[in-house]
């Protein structure tokens, strides 16, 4: 059923029918009586009118929907570019990659896609504070405005540099935040901590390494770390297997709740990935509320996907009950699993 055309549930005496600008119907000429039949009407909805107009508005995009970052760049280049040419967004897969390796990327994007919206990823580093920071560095050095923050178990100075670096009053008095952090949470009280203000501690441990200005210290007690947050329900990779009826809904009422106490000027969106991969999903996570979707799994299929064509092959073949919880190799030493494919390897078993 196509969703941008109007959509008429018809009583025939087959029984409850639904059609889409069927001609046959809408051709044959009124009869007496034929309103009677039409039991319900949906109106046409275009696709750019899903989500939250809000979101689409902030980060220049046309559809709501996010292809999520891919760690070792299988969220490529060439897959970013794609999306923002054709009104969505893509996160660069930085997880994983050198410094350099990354720097290149972002050369590239940025000659490329010029003011169209893309942004890079920015994964916790538990053991590597400094990569995390050398990071940030190289992304406020070339002015990347968009980062998908993953992984966090709590709020780090390098995630606190980049969301408040820049920040400033224009000349009416509105709050400027040029960095836009767009986490990906699969925990009510690790989104707390996104949906609050900036840690105070932070933010004067970087005021006193220079780091900072004192009006960016101070403004920062007006935001929240981050506008956006994708509540990540059951996914491949790293994840806590929440299901997304109870997920997402528990997500947008911690929304409402810090909208109602924090006052913020600008509203907060929750988006929702984790097992969206088909038309169906797709408009069940619109249908529960979500300001957007995010895709990741299922774009690893993708031609653009940086990735072997034989990876490619055996995750088309795979279904939902062929796959299983693995040792993650880059949080093996605290005990962390990742969801992997299980059909075709030997990995998991």
Do not use: W
Request: charged share 25%.
């Amino acid at each position: 059923m196509q969703v941008n055309k109007p959509i008429f549930a018809i009583q025939t005496d087959e029984g409850l029918k639904f059609i889409s600008k069927d001609k046959k119907f809408f051709t044959t000429g009124a009869k007496d009586g034929m309103g009677d039949h039409i039991k319900a009407f949906v109106p046409a909805v275009r696709l750019e009118n899903l989500g939250d107009k809000g979101f689409k508005k902030r980060h220049g995009l046309t559809y709501p929907y996010i292809a999520g970052a891919m760690a070792n760049g299988i969220t490529s280049a060439a897959m970013v570019k794609t999306m923002a040419r054709n009104g969505m967004m893509g996160f660069f897969g930085a997880g994983g990659l050198c410094l350099q390796k990354i720097e290149e990327n972002i050369i590239d994007l940025k000659a490329s896609l010029k003011d169209k919206p893309f942004g890079f990823n920015l994964i916790h580093s538990l053991e590597d504070p400094d990569h995390e920071m050398a990071t940030v560095d190289l992304y406020l050095k070339h002015k990347i405005t968009r980062i998908s923050a993953a992984a966090f178990m709590r709020m780090t100075p390098a995630l606190v540099y980049y969301r408040i670096k820049g920040m400033y009053q224009d000349s009416q008095g509105r709050i400027v935040t040029p960095n836009h952090i767009i986490a990906k949470v699969s925990r009510i009280e690790i989104a707390r901590q996104f949906f609050a203000r900036p840690p105070e501690k932070l933010v004067n441990q970087l005021l006193e390494k220079g780091l900072i200005t004192q009006e960016e210290a101070d403004l920062s007690a007006y935001i929240p770390m981050a506008r956006d947050l994708t509540a990540e329900a059951d996914s491949g990779g790293h994840t806590d297997n929440r299901p997304a009826l109870t997920l997402l809904p528990t997500m947008i009422a911690l929304k409402n709740e810090f909208m109602e106490t924090c006052h913020y000027k600008e509203p907060l969106c929750v988006g929702l990935a984790g097992g969206i991969a088909t038309p169906e999903s797709a408009a069940a996570a619109f249908g529960m509320g979500a300001a957007y979707i995010l895709t990741g799994s299922i774009n690893q299929s993708c031609v653009e996907a940086d990735i072997c064509k034989d990876v490619k092959k055996l995750l088309c073949r795979a279904a939902q009950a062929d796959v299983a919880m693995a040792p993650a190799a880059d949080m093996f030493e605290i005990g962390a699993k990742v969801q992997v494919l299980k059909r075709g390897t030997l990995f998991p078993m």
